[in-house]
């Protein structure tokens, strides 16, 4: 069975400040696909970022980028110049083809921009 | 504009009621999702499906069945719904392919008394 672990329940980073939220998943499968999803405080889900397993590059969509590092099994996303905005429930999340292409999601992690 | 409509934002349900969420897709997608989310617990996946009348069990599938007649359409229900199935009921949905992302519906709070 595929898992993803996020360790930070919870984070404080300053406004302008940039800051990395941990992802670390599991799977045996050479072929997945991970994902990044905001959830602020009104409850949807904004889908932010995808890398896939046989990326070369790391993905980058504005502020926000994948420190994706295969060998280790992390996919970390970095905010740059974090704004009052960036406050929210942050998930990582996998689609993993052996899974049936099931999307598994991490715990989450909150995270909270001071101004 | 793509669209993940739940039927309901906010229910109250009696124990040992049979229960219904709704969710309907607007974008032809062949994946839809049932997840719950409870705090700290992050989204938990309930049913899968894959295509019409198709179905998977997630992680946390006890008490709960799915029913999918048409692709837009992918229902949860609770046979006979507990105080522990109180929870936020998000429904999501995604093309196939390992690489797009899914589209999420406003979510459903239910609470049973």
């Known amino acids: 069975a595929q898992k993803i672990t996020q360790t930070q329940p919870g984070m404080f980073v300053q406004e302008k400040e940039a800051v990395t939220l941990d992802c670390t998943y599991d799977?045996?499968?050479?072929?997945?696909?991970l994902f990044w999803y905001k959830q602020p405080s009104s409850g949807e889900m904004i889908f932010l970022i995808y890398?896939?397993?046989?990326?070369?590059q790391n993905a980058t969509e504005g502020r926000y980028s994948l420190n994706f590092q295969k060998a280790r099994k992390s996919a970390n996303l970095v905010i740059s110049a974090s704004q009052l905005g960036d406050s929210a429930m942050y998930f990582c999340a996998m689609r993993d083809p052996n899974a049936g292409n099931m999307l598994t999601f991490g715990g989450g992690t909150r995270l909270m921009v001071k101004p | 504009d793509v669209k993940v409509t739940q039927s309901s934002r906010y229910l109250v349900k009696r124990t040992g009621e049979k229960v219904f969420l709704e969710c309907v897709q607007d974008?032809?997608?062949?994946?839809m999702f049932w997840y719950r989310q409870d705090p700290g617990l992050g989204l938990r996946l309930i049913y899968f499906?894959?295509?019409?009348?198709?179905?998977e069990k997630g992680d946390i599938p006890e008490g709960y069945s799915v029913s999918r007649e048409k692709k837009e359409r992918f229902s949860l229900i609770l046979e006979s719904a507990s105080t522990n199935q109180t929870s936020m009921y998000l429904c999501?949905?995604?093309?196939?392919?390992?690489?797009?992302?899914?589209?999420f519906g406003q979510g459903t709070r239910l609470t049973v008394v």
């Open positions: 974008m032809d997608h062949e994946n």
């Open positions: 890398q896939g397993s046989y990326d070369q």
């Open positions: 799977t045996s499968d050479p072929s997945y696909g």
């Open positions: 499906s894959y295509d019409v009348k198709m179905k």
């Open positions: 999501a949905s995604s093309f196939v392919p390992i690489g797009t992302e899914a589209f």
